[in-house]
């Protein structure tokens, strides 16, 4: 059977779309077939060669996995941009956007649109200057390089509003931080379509820009195989690339649509090993002058950033990296802004940032233990896992949790926890609440609590009536609280000159013919034996106020998102302490 | 007309060009049109007024109840009970059903039928802790067999309860059967305030997982009870509570007494081909374990209950729940008043 | 568009069809990779319960069976605190509260076609509460086992209580090796457990005579039904006389052991039952009542609340209350003898 060329580019482009859809879907935790699995939910991403060849600059060595980007760079050598043509999803998005846009216009129009524009030279410009911020260190590509950009607005934007109604890919709804600036990156890609087609792909792309440059000595490509023609211009009338392959085809700009080569009604566009008959322009019109500004650019950029100290002195205190996550030099040199992790995590902890970790750090991965619906769960190692760049090291649960051959080096550190004591329930307020350290996943728990007895305002009064174990107090003015909770106690005030302090005996009822003790209370207690009427008695409440262990704090964040005082939280982590960085280690 | 002729004339005169293009039939069109969008927007805003204005918090969502299941025509003193001997699950339950009028008098075609299972541990079918998968296996084949369009199977242990419903062999009874699992996720709870409950009140209740459906069997094992007593029908309905319902265990006769309230169902099955005799509620020997070999099917879930309480050789005094639930209605403790028909396998 | 269909030559159908071939070997690759499940995952699968607030692990894991031939673990262990416990073991979790509940570590194994096997390993404060929850549980007609102080084998399970720890080893079935194989998994976990001194126990003190074997119980919260009456050791009797259940109960001073007398025959009391007038030779300030057809006797010895619960009858109660009076130590009895 006779197929079409372009037929099997839409098939292609279609299969490809479709299988972004489902690695999207499929990235959630679990056994299930549409869950992870085996999943290779990175492999999209890894086929782009943009990641590989930014980690090169940024780090001198190739990230395992990142190799499948050979698979694209050797086809791209020798017949040119077949990634974009045939495999970005991004770019069948905008291709089937523009289509959508364009239905029903005339060839004309078509035309006009496809011609080439001076201002495709700027994804060139863009290119070089986030390959020389990456050999100084800082990995920018992540921001317009289209697989990260639609992995992200894919997991963290469209799967989100659509899954709400349904939960069919988390249990509850998904929050993500700044998720807003990811859906206006996004859409304003999809609308630019409207104004020019395949806008992003032919100005903004810099993983197209990268192909541009790298089919600059392709044997095989389009062309015409004879100069003369009837100059219908139907090949422009939908070329993809707006590479002019009615005359001289600017060749760096093709993106292999096959658009003309089908539509010619001479025949004469064809893919052959000889330059087209009207003539080639092999190269991008860069000129020296913009690629030496922009790599100067690129190359102080980094520098530029680090001037602020981010990943010094000025670290954010409150920019917790998944566990495994390396140091922020390292980080940022690796981090590709794709959102594997966000998605990934079981628990919804981990959120892009927006200026949390400085501009160069834009939509990198921060936990947010407040937006979570839950801390970082010990058992869990998926983020560092599913990293496709190692910015986050796959860890195993051994190394999580320092067991085994990690015994010696102890669990990963995320930061530790603080208790703030001018919030906390039982350290600023008198109200008993031990729910951090109950919760404290690390055992023993990190969190200890201290028993302090602290007088109850109003609870000042004197005994008026005593029977056993029950009595009356006048002059109490208490606030409404539960006296029989077991939290509150009631001791005698002022003792008799020679006392020793009386011990705080707990109040088992509470009615209002008067407060019934737990027991008896005796001189063993302290307490002037027996009680005469008038005696002052105060209440006090048992307050098992927390504290942190900081050598066993891991800094996972349960205690701060499970705290009742659910605005600025009453004990929260921050990042000191935390494995990835010697500079904020805390304890000798 | 008249104005026409006149507009003819003086096409440049802005003025007169509009009275001209007013026709006598577009004046009154548009004036038709006018009145319409006004009395339109007018009755729009008169039937959105809200003189009140808005209140201080958003009114909660909470529901008042879940829906009642029960068929009217078993409704008070007309419940039947079948009580059967014998020790094969698929026959005792088909010989139960029968007595009652067949599976037919409670499902008909097209019904969505869940069934709430006992799946609270992660303990093999052998061990009794769990509703047995061959009853519910049996009980799904006598629902398709009326015509029951779907078959959802559900209960919220609270740890793990994929695995729960694995090893308790459930899930693979579905698998068998062609009934489908319901894992409690999150959002098939809803916040409940019983109406008349002290105890379930804005209490996260596995209520959505009753969406659409419109027969609901209880199915629960025979079993001793650490805290309550005993662990049957009633006790089962602890499994639609979320949240940290432990909390409860102080209360435990009051809770279940509240339960039996919240939720109605079409009919009960109560398994005591083997009962768990002893420390209840998870057992784990065998020796926990006496072939029993009864089956109660009942509409009243107290009924079923008490008569469950005769196969664990005790009386509904000594289960406190059992009389409260009594006393708010939701059935009789004496099945032997509602004349329950006894069958020997075989016989 | 108006678009005429040309011919296709056959380098363009060998490209396109090539094409095609690619993307098959892609979806076969796919297809084949998701069946190789991701570390992720794995780990999400061998930890369940994630979402709880159990410890991920625990020092008490380490006295888990690990190693025992014939059997491997499915998945990690699980680590349950006295907030998670009725996660667990939903309505019973109250009777391990009440006995001073730690930790529970529970480990799935398999032992292949043997099916499989759940350790529950269940650390207490003491070793009263370990063998509180022990006694508590105990099935009639178990094997004894002298593996360790306390240990039975009851069919398809084994329970032993050493020390602070008491394990419970249940099988999904039974079959002959079965017992074998919980044996073996119970002396890898002794193996294991911190070697305890023998601990002085009061349940030495009952007095042998007509003692029903295996029938001490330690009952750790509110004995008899009576509330916040604790730490009450019992074990059943049969004598010419009459049935019975004998219990003591050490408490911090003769004060509080007088007290619980008064409020035990209380509780009697306002429960329906009645005061039988004390017979010749019975404990000093004993009391002797009648609750609904059961005679209770109680007294007090010492530190020590004694007496006999539920007894056939007035002589039977006293024959017994006399012989644990003695086994406590000689003491002043009723009636000047």
Redesign the interface.
């Known amino acids: 059977m ?4 372009v ?3 839409r ?2 482009q279609g ?1 490809f779309f479709l ?1 972004l859809v489902w690695f999207c879907v499929v990235a959630s ?3 299930a ?1 549409y ?6 939910i990175n ?1 999209l991403l890894t086929l782009d060669p943009l990641p590989a060849i930014g980690t090169l600059l940024s780090t001198g060595t190739l990230t395992p996995g990142l190799w499948w980007g050979l698979a694209i760079i050797l086809p791209t050598l020798f017949l040119g941009r077949v990634f974009c043509g ?1 495999v970005c999803p991004l770019g069948a998005l905008n291709q089937f956007t523009g289509w959508l846009a364009r239905l029903g216009q005339g ?1 004309a129009e078509r035309i006009a649109d496809n011609r080439y524009r001076p201002a495709q030279v700027i994804k060139y410009l863009l290119l070089v200057f986030f390959l020389a911020s990456a050999l100084a260190g800082s990995l920018q590509t992540g921001l317009l390089d289209p697989l990260p950009l639609i992995h992200r607005s894919v997991n963290l934007v469209l799967a989100p509003i659509f899954d709400r109604p349904f ?1 069919v890919l988390a ?2 709804p998904r929050f993500y931080a700044h998720a807003w600036t990811l859906a206006a990156l996004f859409g304003a890609v999809v609308l630019l379509n409207l104004t020019v087609p395949r806008f992003f792909c032919r100005i903004l792309c810099p993983l197209g820009a990268l192909f541009g440059f790298m089919n600059r000595f392709t044997p095989w490509r389009i062309g015409k195989a004879k100069d003369t023609c009837g100059d219908c211009h139907l090949c422009e ?2 070329c993809e690339g707006g590479c002019h392959p009615s005359g001289a085809i600017r060749t760096a700009e093709c993106v292999l649509c096959f658009n003309c ?3 010619c ?1 001479a ?1 004469r566009i064809v ?1 052959a090993g000889q330059p087209s008959a009207a003539g080639e322009i092999p190269l991008p019109d860069t000129t020296r002058r913009g690629l030496l500004a922009a790599t100067a650019a690129g190359l102080l950029a980094a520098p530029a950033w680090a001037l602020s100290g981010f990943s010094g002195p000025n670290n954010n205190p409150q920019l917790i990296r998944p566990p495994g996550s390396l140091d922020e030099d390292r980080f940022l040199a690796r981090c590709d802004r794709c959102g594997q992790c966000m998605r ?1 995590c ?1 628990a919804n902890v981990i959120h892009p940032t927006l200026t949390e970790a400085g501009i160069q750090g834009l939509w990198t991965p921060m936990l947010n233990y407040r937006l979570g619906s ?1 801390g970082c ?6 983020c560092g ?2 990293c496709p760049t190692s910015a986050i090291r ?1 860890l ?2 051994e190394e999580k ?1 320092g ?1 085994g051959d990690f015994a010696a080096k102890g669990p990963v550190r995320l930061g530790t926890a603080f208790v703030d004591r001018t919030r906390c329930l039982p350290w600023a307020m008198d109200r008993p609440c031990i729910v951090c350290q ?2 404290c ?3 023993p728990k990190a969190i200890f609590t201290r028993v302090v007895f602290a007088p109850v305002r109003g609870g000042a009064g004197k005994a008026a009536s005593v029977q056993g174990r029950t009595l009356a107090l006048t002059g109490l003015t208490l606030p409404p609280v539960n006296l029989a909770s077991g939290d509150y106690f009631l001791r005698p005030s002022a003792l008799p000159t020679g006392g020793l302090a009386a011990e705080p005996v707990q109040v088992a009822a509470f009615s209002p013919a008067g407060l019934t003790l737990a027991r008896e209370p005796s001189k063993d207690l302290g307490w002037p034996a027996p009680l005469a009427q008038g005696q002052e008695m105060q209440v006090v409440v048992r307050l098992q106020q927390p504290h942190v262990d900081p050598s066993r704090c891991i800094g996972c964040g ?1 205690c701060e998102h499970e705290c009742p005082i659910s605005g600025l939280r009453g004990i929260r982590v921050t990042s000191e302490n935390e494995s990835r960085s010697r500079r904020t280690r805390m304890l000798a | 007309m008249k104005s026409t002729e006149h507009g003819n004339g003086t096409a440049h005169d802005p003025d007169l060009l509009l009275k001209a293009a007013l026709t006598r039939r577009d004046f009154l069109t548009r004036a038709a049109v006018a009145s319409g969008l006004a009395l339109a927007s007018g009755g729009v805003f008169a039937a959105l007024y809200d003189g009140s204005g808005p209140s201080a918090l958003p009114p909660e969502k909470t529901l008042a109840g879940l829906p009642d299941f029960s068929l009217p025509e078993f409704a008070g003193p007309k419940a039947r009970v079948a009580i059967v001997r014998g020790p094969d699950r698929a026959q005792t339950l088909g010989r139960g059903l029968d007595a009652l009028g067949g599976i037919g008098r409670f499902i008909t075609k097209g019904d969505t039928v869940l069934i709430k299972v006992n799946a609270a541990f992660a303990s093999p079918p052998s061990l009794g802790a769990t509703s047995h998968p061959e009853l519910v296996v049996a009980l799904v084949a006598q629902c398709k067999q009326a015509g029951a369009g779907r078959v959802l199977i559900t209960d919220n242990p609270i740890h793990n309860p994929e695995s729960c419903f694995e090893l308790a062999g459930l899930a693979e009874a579905a698998r068998q059967s062609g009934a489908k699992i319901l894992l409690p996720t999150e959002n098939l709870f809803a916040s409940v305030s019983l109406a008349g409950g002290r105890l379930i009140q804005n209490w996260p209740v596995l209520a959505k997982a009753f969406d659409g459906v419109n027969k609901v069997l209880a199915v629960a094992p025979i079993k001793d009870h650490h805290r309550a007593g005993a662990s049957m029908i009633l006790k089962n309905w602890y499994g639609l509570l979320g949240g940290r319902r432990s909390v409860f265990h102080q209360d435990i006769n009051s809770i279940i007494a509240e339960l039996s309230m919240l939720i109605r169902p079409t009919l009960c099955i109560l398994d005591g081909t083997t009962a768990m005799l002893t420390n209840g509620p998870t057992g784990g020997s065998m020796a926990d374990l006496a072939a029993t070999n009864t089956m109660i099917v009942s509409t009243d879930p107290v009924a079923a209950d008490a008569a469950g309480l005769s196969v664990l050789g005790r009386a509904p005094e000594e289960v406190p729940y059992l009389l409260a639930a009594q006393a708010m209605g939701a059935g009789t403790v004496n099945y032997q008043g509602l004349d329950p028909v006894l069958v020997e396998q075989g016989g | 568009m108006a678009r005429r269909k040309t011919a296709v030559g056959p380098g363009q159908n060998f490209a396109a069809w090539s094409v095609l071939a690619v993307l098959a070997l892609s979806a076969l690759w796919v297809g084949l990779k998701q069946a190789d499940f991701s570390p992720a995952v794995l780990t999400a699968l061998s930890a369940p319960g994630t979402a709880r607030s159990s410890a991920a692990s625990s020092p008490l894991g380490a006295f888990l069976p690990a190693g025992v031939e014939g059997f491997s673990p499915v998945g990690g262990p699980e680590f349950f605190s006295p907030e998670t416990l009725p996660d667990k073991i939903d309505g019973k979790a109250e009777l391990y509260l009440a006995a001073n509940f730690k930790e529970l570590a529970c480990q799935r194994l398999t032992a292949g076609a043997g099916g499989f096997v759940e350790v529950f390993l269940y650390a207490m404060a003491e070793p009263t509460d370990a063998f509180s929850v022990f006694s508590a549980q105990r099935r009639p007609g178990g094997t004894r086992l002298d593996l360790t102080e306390h240990g039975y084998l009851a069919g398809n399970a084994l329970f032993l209580a050493s020390g602070p720890y008491y394990a419970e080893f249940v099988a999904d079935s039974q079959s002959p090796g079965t017992a074998e194989r919980l044996t073996s998994l119970a002396k890898n976990l002794l193996d294991r457990l911190p070697k305890t001194q023998g601990v002085r126990d009061d349940s030495s003190l009952f007095p042998a005579q007509g003692l029903a074997p295996d029938t001490v119980q330690l009952l750790a919260s509110d004995a008899f039904g009576m509330q916040g009456l604790g730490g009450v050791y019992c074990a059943a009797y049969r004598l010419a006389s009459g049935e019975g259940t004998a219990f003591l109960s050490r408490r911090a001073s003769e004060a509080e052991a007088r007290g619980l007398v008064r409020d035990y025959a209380k509780f009697i009391l306002d429960n329906g039952g009645k005061e039988l007038p004390l017979p010749a030779g019975a404990p000093l300030g004993a009391r002797l009542l009648d609750a609904l057809g059961d005679i209770e006797l109680i007294f007090a010895q010492g530190s020590y609340l004694a007496g006999v619960h539920a007894a056939s009858s007035p002589e039977a109660a006293l024959e017994l209350a006399l012989n644990v009076s003695t086994s406590l130590g000689a003491t002043p009895r009723e009636g000047g003898q």
């Open positions: 006779a197929l079409r060329i037929t099997a580019r098939v292609s299969f299988l935790l679990g056994a077939w869950q992870l699995r085996g999943w290779p492999w045939f060839s939960q249990t509850k009338a939908h080569l089908d539509v009604p025949k893919f990934v079981p839950s769960q010990p058992n869990c190692v998926a896992q599913v796959p195993s649960l949790q067991r109950e919760l996943p690390v055992s349960l």
